[in-house]
């Protein structure tokens, strides 16, 4: 794995020219750009606030959009880079079969053009928080950090995916099903207060509701669980770890199963 790793890193200008490809690829021949980046975060942010807020009166500690924001920005980052991550052997399929180079170079550059859009949210959570009068805490440089995290969780996921769909094409269909599912049990839009106590160990194994916990407590001063979090973030660690043995015993039968 280290020898393996060290030529990942050798390649990671070609990470990079990944992303930058991907971006003007979603992107092209549109009228507003990147800015449609800005689309999504904002139609959920109104969604959420007027069902949970306005119809469903459901009470948080803090301004409910700014509450809410974090959330998507945590689940989007996520959700976002599984679904991208799962399918890019799928979607690369002519580029692997003729130019050599380490294949988990591909998930890895969803991971960098995430980036991008991760600083467009953070720039609208940013001008929330100054529109509700929250400051920005010193909390902040904790920020990279928690990206870091949110990045690991999402890639123990989608490099899993990543070398399982091209041997298994079902997940490629079931895949962003269960994404949009697993919405409801990650709070994005509802504070864990509302969860039944004896339901609190799924936390424990939910690794996402931990990494929106951290944002949570670095922009609004939430509350955070730090046995819960090391629990759920070791448990991830692992399973990230698992991925990228399996991915690289099996990254030499990729062109064959494509």
Request: glycine letters at 6%; charged letters at 10%.
């Amino acid at each position: 794995m280290a020898s393996y790793l060290q030529e990942v890193w050798q390649s990671r200008v070609l990470a990079l020219t990944f992303a930058l490809r991907d971006l003007k690829i979603q992107y092209a021949q549109t009228f507003l750009g990147l800015l449609w980046s800005l689309v999504q975060p904002l139609t959920g942010l109104l969604i959420y606030t007027f069902f949970f807020q306005r119809l469903i009166h459901i009470e948080v500690d803090a301004p409910y959009p700014v509450f809410v924001f974090t959330g998507i920005m945590g689940w989007h980052g996520f959700s976002a880079l599984v679904v991208q991550s799962g399918a890019v052997l799928m979607n690369n399929q002519q580029l692997i079969r003729k130019i050599h180079f380490p294949r988990l170079i591909l998930p890895l550059s969803k991971m960098l053009a995430g980036l991008i859009e991760f600083g467009i949210y953070l720039a609208l959570l940013l001008v929330l928080l100054l529109a509700t009068g929250y400051g920005i805490s010193w909390k902040i440089i904790f920020l990279p950090f928690v990206f870091i995290i949110s990045s690991i969780v999402a890639l123990s996921i989608g490099i899993w995916l990543s070398a399982l769909t091209i041997r298994f094409r079902d997940f490629h269909h079931i895949v962003p099903y269960l994404i949009g599912f697993g919405i409801w049990f990650t709070p994005v839009f509802y504070p864990t207060t509302l969860i039944p106590q004896q339901y609190n160990w799924v936390y424990y194994l939910h690794p996402v509701a931990n990494v929106i916990a951290l944002y949570r407590w670095i922009f609004i001063n939430g509350q955070v669980d730090v046995a819960q979090c090391a629990v759920s973030f070791v448990l991830a660690f692992i399973v990230f770890i698992a991925g990228l043995k399996y991915f690289i015993k099996n990254e030499k039968y990729i062109a064959d199963y494509l």
